[in-house]
């Protein structure tokens, strides 16, 4: 029986990779390097250290490691000034409502985000007080595809892994859903995402009903 739904936050929630790309663009320029779209493709889901050596690596540059973490702080500076300006408007298509429709139901509500901005992005949007449980990068110590977020989260909210549902938009993100025994729905298309138990474009005409009627678990 579903007990729980678990979230990730960037490309799920919001859309804060557009404000990660303005931020890493103008690292890279001024570090004498052209860093593209596609190449932002590849940072989401990633976090934040790990994002810096791909971008590095893009760069063909090498750095010590108390460089590296001022070049991280610095990014996240301006990323900052990009996401606390952010407004509930900002919310993708459909969420607030399936999430009030969970929270009608009974079924527990969880973010699972490698994001240590986490806290302020929902309290920006607004939706800090949907959540019953928040497990963000500043709790966890292993990165996605390891499970420890969305298990710490099915912990949190009391619930056993098999009866949680992880929405995610990130191949490594569905993976940990996958090593944690979750049922995952890729947000996304079903070409990058196809592995995913269920793929959906977003949450626009999504409902509990729908959702329950793909589970391979039996329903109340
Ligand atoms: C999410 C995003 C990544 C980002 C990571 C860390 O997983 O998809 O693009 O690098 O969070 O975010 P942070 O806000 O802590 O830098
Ligand atoms: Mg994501």
Redesign the pocket.
């Known amino acids: 029986m579903i007990e729980a739904c678990l979230f ?4 799920v929630v919001v859309d ?2 557009k404000y ?1 790309f303005i931020a890493w663009k103008a690292l890279a320029e001024e570090l004498g390097f052209e860093f593209t779209l596609e190449d932002n493709e590849r ?6 250290m790990q ?1 810096l050596d791909i971008l590095l690596e893009i760069g063909g540059l090498q750095f010590s490691e108390p460089e590296k973490l001022a070049m991280a702080e610095k990014k ?1 500076t301006l ?1 900052v000034c990009y996401i606390e300006k952010m407004t509930p408007e900002e919310t993708l298509p459909g969420v607030e409502k399936f999430l009030q429709e969970l929270r009608n139901a009974g079924i527990g509500i969880a973010l699972g ?6 806290p302020m992005i929902l309290e920006r949007i607004q939706l800090s007080g949907m959540f019953d449980a928040i497990v963000d ?1 500043n709790s966890i110590s292993e990165a996605k595809p390891n499970p420890e977020v969305f298990l710490k989260g099915a912990e949190k909210l009391g619930v056993l892994p098999e009866n949680c549902v992880v929405f995610e938009d ?1 191949i490594a993100g569905i993976e940990a859903a996958q090593n944690a025994n979750m049922y995952s729905v890729g947000i996304g298309d079903q070409e990058t995402l196809g592995f995913a138990d269920l793929v959906i474009p977003g949450f626009e005409g999504f409902t509990v009903e729908k959702l329950k009627a793909c589970l391979p678990f039996p329903q109340k």
């Not at 990730?8 to 490309?11: A, N, S």
């Not at 940072?43 to 934040?48: C, D, F, N, Q, Y």
């Open positions: 990730d936050l960037d490309g804060t990779a990660h940072l989401k889901g990633v976090s934040r994002s996240n990323y985000s490698a994001s240590k901005n986490a990068g990130a």
